[in-house]
């Protein structure tokens, strides 16, 4: 293998501080045992932190891949290539290919709408992507995927796309309805609070009472649990009520009145009536058949002659 020559430029990631910068190498060592990948390792420090950054992994791994990557070298496996490209890509290819090369869109104009703010979005709590690194970019990568996949299955008009983003969504509703569920029955369906009054100098007195035999006893505000109105109304939008999912009583005594019998629509029922028509004629033809034919039978020569032959 040819010896291969330093770079001038390398992307460094401090391991002290996290922070990911592009520069000159400070200090280039050889590394002959990565000869398969890259026979130079490179440090400089820190432009931050002041301590001793290495080459990041992911630009070494990419070298790696890089060397890896050989075409077709022989004669006829470049014209086999030439003869695979002819027509490609068709109009349909490209439509659905042009997003490939695309992970983040931080370059496109409309990844402008999600600007990069480390931990200023409500799911950054969880983000794996480097803070420093994040801050640097010129939007945020996780709004711009989905941003990208959203545009991608409306300008190609292929819901599929969307199918794992609406999952997780449709899970997550699911489950918060559910803890909504569980929040209501720990509660309770009724909400029981003190009734109070403000009394001499601005103080909050609970109202009392005392009954007949002297007991006091606190006077409450009852009121619905809060939760029943946003749950009830989720219930009914998302189509999961008893109605909707045909487990009313009203509906199970029907469905079993209608076991063992055929569903029938409007057009089903009238092609049985016209098929009952069909049958009736059919049976009303069926004497005159019968007649012209006794009538051929009767006129036919061969069967005179073998009747007059046998005395029929």
């Not at 770079?7 to 045992?33: I, N, Q, S, Y």
């Not at 086999?80 to 027509?87: A, H, S, T």
């Not at 999600?114 to 480097?130: E, L, R």
Request: glycine share 6%; charged share 25%; proline share 5%.
């Amino acid at each position: 293998m040819a010896e291969e020559t330093q770079l001038k430029t390398v992307v460094f990631r401090c391991k002290a501080c996290k922070h990911v910068f592009e520069a000159t190498p400070g200090r280039v060592e050889a590394a002959p045992e990565d000869d398969d990948v890259h026979p130079w390792r490179y440090f400089r420090s820190c432009s931050q932190c002041g301590e001793e950054a290495t080459q990041a992994h992911w630009a070494r791994a990419a070298m790696k891949a890089w060397r890896k990557c050989t075409g077709p070298r022989t004669p006829e496996g470049k014209a086999k290539v030439r003869e695979n490209l002819i027509g490609h890509p068709t109009p349909e290819e490209a439509l659905r290919t042009r997003f490939n090369g695309m992970k983040h869109g931080l370059n496109a104009k409309v990844a402008t709408y999600f600007p990069a703010k480390p931990d200023g979005y409500a799911f950054c709590a969880t983000c794996n992507v480097d803070r420093i690194w994040c801050s640097e970019q010129p939007c945020c990568e996780k709004q711009t995927v989905n941003f990208m996949k959203h545009r991608a299955a409306f300008e190609q008009k292929n819901p599929k796309h969307l199918m794992g983003i609406y999952a997780d969504f449709h899970a997550a509703l699911m489950s918060t309805l559910s803890e909504c569920l569980r929040q209501i029955i720990g509660d309770g369906v009724t909400l029981r609070t003190p009734k109070t009054y403000i009394g001499e100098n601005d103080k909050v007195l609970i109202v009392k009472y005392y009954d007949q035999d002297g007991y006091e006893h606190v006077v409450h505000d009852v009121m619905a649990h809060p939760l029943f109105k946003p749950v009830s109304e989720l219930i009914t939008r998302m189509g999961i009520s008893l109605s909707d999912l045909a487990m009313t009583p009203k509906q199970g005594e029907d469905e079993a009145a209608t076991l063992g019998k055929l569903a029938q629509d409007g057009a089903a029922q009238e092609s049985l009536a016209e098929f009952e028509e069909r049958k009736v004629k059919a049976l009303e033809d069926l004497s005159a058949m019968m007649a012209r034919a006794n009538a051929a039978k009767a006129q036919d020569p061969v069967l005179i002659e073998y009747q007059q032959q046998n005395g029929g």
